[in-house]
């Protein structure tokens, strides 16, 4: 009888130690928990809240049902808003995402000659303030003593000065090229870390089999980072669906609504037009889509954690 009491008595101990464990983690994890409830659980329902009203600065709120949404729904400017971000979404991660690569790759290589200064330069749209960027994009892409109409006269692309914001198409072509811009870096600091945990041994395992560098790429190269690239590709499309600075900086969302995307529309809405009820149900709007990709992320980064 006695090996089995030792046995119940081990058993006993492992469950009152796992049981401590778990109050002592959990009372390490209560001020993230409340903070995270604090800012951002509790506006988030405030928010979701306040799109069933029709707030307006100054005034009382009174409970409205879903009479912003059907006013969104009917609103030719709110339905041209979608197709804009979706279109300066998915051109603007698409050209990240291959930029990125072309740049992770570029760095990652030895032939490269003073790789750290270069790392340098290519990371620094990132790191620049946004406001010092965007101006400085903005007077390049100016009709008047702009930098990149002189350039491309000077090399003999046009013969007169593009108005870079006069027409729908070159503003979204505008912002979707300064969002490229300042985004890209992002998407190479995050593959080339993958790439560096890529086994040497294999590339040169596939050059003596005769494989060459287009199909080393395919082979090797891509199937090692795709995890990588997929959780930065969802996180930069979450960055980019949220993006404002960049389109009000340089278009306000114009012209004729032509780069307007949610997050200008709902601030024209909310602090132009000082309807908050309408504002906050644009920005529900994107709740759905953003909860998704945020899910995929945070799963993506635990099963890699995880492996």
């Given at each position: ?150 350039i491309l006269q000077k090399l003999g692309f046009i013969n ?148």
């Open positions: 009888m006695f090996p089995i009491k030792l046995i119940a008595s081990k058993k006993t101990k492992s469950y009152f130690l796992g049981k401590n464990q778990n109050k002592f983690a959990y009372t390490l994890l209560a001020p993230t928990l409340i903070f995270l409830a604090l800012l951002m659980i509790y506006p988030l329902c405030w928010t979701v809240g306040m799109s069933f009203t029709d707030k307006r600065v100054g005034l009382d709120a009174t409970f409205n049902g879903l009479a912003n949404y059907i006013t969104l729904l009917k609103d030719p400017i709110f339905l041209k808003t979608i197709v804009n971000t979706l279109i300066y979404t998915a051109c603007a991660v698409v050209l990240k995402i291959v930029l990125g690569m072309v740049m992770a790759l570029v760095l990652n290589s030895k032939r490269l000659r003073a790789r750290s200064l270069m790392r340098s330069l290519l990371y620094l749209p990132w790191a620049l303030p946004t406001l010092v960027s965007i101006y400085a994009w903005k007077w390049m892409f100016s009709d008047v003593g702009g930098a990149i109409n002189f007169q000065q593009i108005g870079w914001f006069s027409t729908v198409t070159l503003a979204m072509i505008s912002v979707v090229i300064v969002n490229v811009w300042r985004g890209t870096p992002f998407l190479g600091i995050s593959i080339l870390s993958g790439l560096q945990t890529v086994n040497q041994d294999m590339y040169e395992a596939a050059s003596i089999d005769g494989a060459n560098a287009w199909r080393q790429f395919w082979s090797i190269t891509l199937p090692q980072v795709k995890n990588v690239v997929l959780l930065a590709s969802i996180i930069t499309t979450i960055w980019t669906l949220n993006d404002f600075e960049i389109i009000w900086l340089l278009t306000r969302g114009g012209p004729d609504n032509g780069t307007q995307v949610f997050s200008t529309l709902s601030y024209t809405y909310g602090f132009l037009n000082r309807d908050l009820g309408l504002s906050v149900a644009i920005s529900v709007f994107t709740l759905p889509v953003l909860i998704f990709l945020v899910g995929i992320a945070a799963k993506k980064s635990m099963s890699d954690s995880a492996e």
